[in-house]
């Protein structure tokens, strides 16, 4: 078998076994490198390595200031150097096969959720990249979705500054489409690729809670 990261060799004798397991579709070595999370001290809530000084997780206080805050927030990769080289590669020079490697990390128990969400990308951004790199990646991992946000956002949230961030109205509206999607006391789980601020995601669940469901959920693809 051939890895879909470094396209070495794997040394694997398929079976009946592991011939459908999703881990083996990475080698041992290139498993072992987007795996690794970097050393320190980190927020318990949000994975942020905190500096020394922090007795509470800044990014933390400052959401509970603003928002009502999802319920948890996990991460499936750190945001090693590997996995950033990964995401700019996903992401900026759109080699889509990537997806089918994140797929691989993707561990979501669908009977633990009503609505699998994913964050909304642009329609010009959509344009520009020419896929949606959240259902991409849950799409080839089999997980069933239900797009329910609509956004019209143009600027990349790296374009901008913490403060524009902030003052930024919220950048969602709720749009099941055709769908009649009942939310009320529903589980949620919204799934975004890069955790930052918690910004983006926490303007999501906003909208989500504003239709009272039961709970909100937070995963993200890696933790910045
Ligand atoms: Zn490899
Ligand atoms: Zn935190």
Known sequence: MI????????????????????TKRICQSCHLKLTGWRSGVRCARCHRIMHAAEKECRDCIFISSRFTPVRSIRCLLDYNSEVKMMMHRYKFVRDIALAEVMAGFIDIKEWQYDHIVPIPVSEH????????????????????????????????????????????????????????????DKRILIVDDIYTTGITVHHAAETIMQRNPSSVDVLTFSKA
């Open 3 to 22: 890895c879909l990261y470094c396209h070495g060799r794997i040394d694997v004798e398929l079976n009946l076994l592991n011939m459908f397991s999703k």
């Open 125 to 184: 951004r959509l344009e520009e990249r020419g896929f949606n790199q959240i259902t991409e990646v849950l799409k080839r991992s089999r997980t069933a979705y239900t797009e329910l946000l609509a956004t019209d956002k143009v600027k990349l949230q790296s374009e901008r500054s913490k403060a524009e961030r902030i003052d930024s109205d919220n950048p969602f509206s709720f749009d099941a489409g055709e769908k009649d999607v009942k939310i009320l």
